[in-house]
């Protein structure tokens, strides 16, 4: 098509609607076309600002640029995320490679760029964020949703369009290497906090990708890719609940299929749960994308299919409508299924109008499109958008000559001061003081003892995905991009009248004890020892936590344990301090050590925060989202289990916890109190009633309570978990002060699947348990529900109405 033709295309037109704009440029395209719209190109970007080249991987077949090019472009993997490039450099290189691809095919098609974004975007110099299992320590969903704007804002400005987070798997096992990647082990928790990090990232204009849908986390084991083994009730309950909540609630487009298979059925061949369930019961209508190379793990791993076409048919009809990384079963054989006769090609045309719509919304196909993006818009020159339309793209850009590169080079900033305070506020609320003996917060000891692998390691904040840890680490000649200081250092300036001695005692993961001896000798000649233990995030068994780096026992890695006991011994206060990826069994130190802080991979700001919290600066107002075990061996147990699955005189291994889920200390104390019941005591399957306490900061200091709402159904038609979350608030209150908190609590939160596999409320007493943990419930309300049982669906209330308001002491 000419320049001309372009401009005039109905599918430029923006006053059609979406549909009207999407059926007119599918009636001009070929098949291949259609098809090139349908997958991605994993690309990296050039380190000179030139266009991107096609990334090698293992999984990837050769990938020829100039030949699929002039056919369109359906995505771009991860242009920032595959090595490190200057922020301002890497948006030059994707701006170009975007005008080569609109150049290239006739009608002038951008692709769609992603990139990961699960602990901050995942680009080198970008703020590195706390992981989302600290997401869900602070029971703080406004907090995220701020968090995940800034995150888009950032991709936004360098030209990315679609973000591949967040993980909605509830943590069944926490031996899975991925559990940091989780918001935690309750459903309802993960729904509310994934829900606003949605809104945050849409609402900057990124295309979030909810994943992994659905059970990859409940793998047999809490092995990688493992099979799963779980009942349909299960199946529904507690590995969708989160899904459903966060399509129905936050506006997300994306979905990612799992790698796993349910029941013999892989996700990405699943009809009933791609389409049936995902787009006719809840509604859903943006994309489904593949897990990496998820279409041919149906032919090599899954073994359901017996060629690549095959793969390719059964995906796409089963419901994803796109592939990623890159180009495979999607490219020649998905097009001889369809020219054979095998598949329709109306399934094509069905994933087709899917991607065009999103490409729409995010404005790719407007006639105004320009290839620059927002980082650049001042940096090029005036007439930076002028000649750049995209019926024009092949045309230069004023300003980007061959020296340009150098010229941009260091303008674009991925991690500014404002992130960095965020980032530092989220680590704050994320951190969990777990056990204190009132030695907390020190008080300026002469003498600290910081002993540990984690004591001055800088890598010891951040998640597998973070840029550092998941690129950087294969590049250890390029510095990490961003600031990243250590506990020792962040106790240092913390304490500066105190004498820091600093000893590894040994390695993260190694079997060598002989650093005990200089750790042993320093714990002595302090007055107190912190401790800081915990792991290394990597993939696929180079790190103690993230994927692929699934352990046979929730036992400290390598020797820290033994460390930590023989620490413990010393007669020096030891102040165990945690910096891991998932909760780990810690012998006899939750009774014996002064004090005990959980952080969960709390980001580039983790060190200043976890001595904020040390030294007082900070009042520890985190949660936890998973139970830490008391036993090494008692997996899989989480505190969302039926009667059987707790304790019992008819097993040897006890499973409860040394700190239950929703547990967390401060500095100051609060009491629940003034329980009353404001609506009815007996109320109909489909109505509601009304609960309030009065919740009072009984210390001295300000501080946060996290006031949490379970509900105990005590008699029911299948068995149901002893209790489960069904709302929480977290309540600022200075020292002294009172808060009146109400829960208008519906019927429909009681709603499970029946025995006929319909989701119902049935009448009956239910408990509703107000507590500051799942283990330490302060008040108890019984109501009773009556009436028939009611089957309800999608539309049913998923959260309590909850109204906080001061509250007079005096009454």
């Known amino acids: 098509m000419t320049d001309a033709t372009i401009e005039r295309a109905r599918w430029r037109d923006s006053s059609l609607s979406a549909a009207e704009r999407v059926e007119a440029l599918i009636g001009e395209m070929t098949l291949r076309?259609?098809?090139?719209?349908?997958?991605?190109?994993?690309?990296?970007?050039?380190?000179?600002?030139?266009?991107?080249?096609?990334?090698?991987?293992?999984?990837?077949?050769?990938?020829?640029?100039?030949?699929?090019?002039?056919?369109?472009?359906?995505?771009?993997?991860?242009?920032?995320?595959?090595?490190?490039v200057d922020a301002a450099v890497g948006?030059?290189?994707?701006?170009?490679t975007q005008q080569r691809i609109v150049a290239a095919n006739r009608f002038g098609i951008p692709a769609v760029a992603h990139e990961e974004c699960l602990a901050g975007f995942a680009a080198w110099g970008a703020t590195a964020y706390p992981v989302p299992l600290s997401w869900g320590a602070t029971f703080n969903p406004e907090l995220i949703r701020r968090m995940a704007a800034a995150i888009g804002a950032d991709m936004r400005s360098v030209g990315i369009h679609q973000g591949l987070a967040p993980v909605l798997d509830v943590v069944r096992d926490a031996r899975w290497g991925r559990v940091e990647e989780t918001i935690g082990e309750d459903p309802y928790l993960i729904g509310t906090i994934a829900t606003a990090y949605i809104q945050g990232l849409e609402g900057a204009g990124i295309v979030a990708t909810l994943k992994h849908f659905a059970g990859y986390s409940a793998s047999r084991a809490g092995r990688n890719l493992a099979p799963v083994s779980i009942g349909p009730r299960e199946f529904a309950d507690v590995v969708l609940a989160p899904f459903e909540m966060a399509v129905r609630d936050s506006g997300v487009r994306s979905v990612m299929h799992a790698y796993t298979d349910a029941d013999g059925i892989p996700s990405a061949a699943d009809a009933d749960l791609l389409t049936k369930l995902l787009r006719d019961t809840w509604g859903f209508t943006g994309t489904v994308v593949a897990d990496y190379f998820g279409i041919a793990f149906l032919k090599d791993l899954h073994r359901v299919a017996g060629t690549l076409g095959e793969a390719a048919s059964a995906a796409l009809t089963a419901g994803v409508d796109v592939e990623l990384p890159t180009v495979n079963a999607f490219g020649d054989h998905l097009i001889?299924?369809?020219?054979?006769?095998?598949?329709?090609?109306?399934?094509?045309?069905?994933?087709?109008?899917?991607?065009?719509?999103?490409?729409?919304?995010?404005g790719l196909l407007d006639a105004d499109w320009t290839p620059v993006p927002g980082a650049l818009a001042g940096s090029l020159g005036a007439a930076?958008?002028?000649?750049?339309?995209?019926?024009?793209?092949?045309?230069?850009?004023?300003?980007?000559?061959?020296?340009?590169?150098?010229?941009?080079?260091?303008?674009?900033?991925?991690?500014?001061?404002?992130?960095?305070?965020?980032?530092?506020?989220?680590a704050e609320q994320a951190i969990i003081l777990t056990a204190n003996n009132g030695i907390l917060p020190l008080q300026a000891p002469q003498r600290i003892a910081l002993i540990g692998p984690n004591a001055d390691n800088p890598m010891a904040f951040l998640g597998c995905y973070s840029f550092p840890a998941h690129v950087g680490s294969q590049h250890p000649d390029i510095d990490t991009g961003i600031a990243l200081p250590t506990v020792a250092e962040s106790v240092r300036r913390e304490f500066p009248g105190s004498m820091v001695t600093v000893v590894p005692g040994c390695s993260i993961d190694g079997p060598d004890t002989d650093g005990f001896g200089a750790a042993l000798a320093a714990a002595a000649e302090a007055d107190v020892v912190i401790a800081v233990l915990g792991d290394r995030a990597g993939l696929f068994g180079r790190g103690t936590s993230g994927e692929g780096c699934d352990v046979e026992s929730l036992v400290l890695p390598g020797v820290q344990q033994q460390l930590l006991d023989q620490l413990l011994e010393a007669g020096t206060p030891v102040v165990?301090?945690?910096?891991?990826?998932?909760?780990?069994?810690?012998?006899?130190?939750?009774?014996?050590?002064?004090?005990?802080?959980?952080?969960?991979?709390?980001?580039?700001?983790?060190?200043?925060a976890l001595a904020g919290v040390l030294s007082g600066r900070t009042n520890p107002s985190g949660r936890l989202p998973v139970s830490v075990p008391a036993s090494p061996g008692a997996q899989p147990a989480t505190y969302l289990t039926a009667p059987l699955?707790?304790?019992?005189?008819?097993s040897n291994i006890d499973p409860t916890p040394a700190f239950a889920f929703g547990h967390g200390l401060s500095y100051t104390s609060f009491e629940f109190s003034d329980l009353v019941l404001d609506g009815p005591q007996q109320f109909p399957v489909d109505g509601e009633t009304r609960v309030s306490l009065t919740v009072t900061n009984t210390g001295g200091r300000d501080s946060a309570e996290i006031v949490q709402l379970y509900l105990h159904d005590p008699v029911a038609s299948v068995v149901r978990p002893v209790q489960r979350l069904i709302g929480y608030v977290r309540v600022p209150l200075a020292a002294g002060a009172a808060a009146r908190v109400g829960f208008t609590v519906p019927a429909d939160l009681a709603a499970f699947t029946g025995r006929g596999g319909a989701r119902i409320v049935e009448a009956g007493v239910l408990e509703l348990q107000f507590g500051a943990s799942s283990a330490d419930i302060r008040l108890r309300q019984e109501v009773e529900l009556t009436g028939a049982q009611r089957t309800v669906d999608s539309t049913r209330r998923l959260h309590c109405g909850i109204e906080v308001c001061e509250a007079s002491l005096n009454g």
């Not at 299924?337 to 995010?362: C, F, P, Y």
């Not at 699955?645 to 008819?650: H, M, P, T």
């Open 33 to 84: 076309e259609k098809t090139a719209q349908l997958f991605g190109v994993w690309v990296g970007v050039s380190s000179e600002g030139g266009e991107v080249a096609p990334h090698q991987h293992d999984q990837n077949t050769a990938v020829d640029l100039e030949a699929l090019l002039p056919h369109g472009l359906g995505q771009l993997t991860r242009p920032f995320g595959t090595k490190p």
């Open 91 to 96: 948006a030059l290189s994707l701006m170009r």
């Open 336 to 362: 001889e299924e369809v020219e054979s006769g095998r598949l329709d090609s109306a399934v094509i045309d069905r994933a087709l109008r899917r991607v065009l719509v999103q490409k729409i919304e995010l």
């Open 384 to 426: 930076d958008g002028a000649g750049n339309s995209a019926a024009d793209g092949a045309g230069s850009v004023p300003g980007t000559g061959p020296g340009t590169a150098g010229a941009l080079r260091g303008t674009v900033f991925l991690d500014p001061d404002a992130n960095r305070r965020l980032a530092a506020e989220v």
């Open 576 to 608: 165990l301090t945690l910096l891991t990826g998932r909760p780990y069994a810690l012998g006899g130190a939750p009774g014996r050590a002064a004090a005990v802080v959980q952080a969960f991979f709390p980001g580039e700001e983790g060190g200043p």
């Open 645 to 650: 699955g707790q304790a019992s005189e008819v």
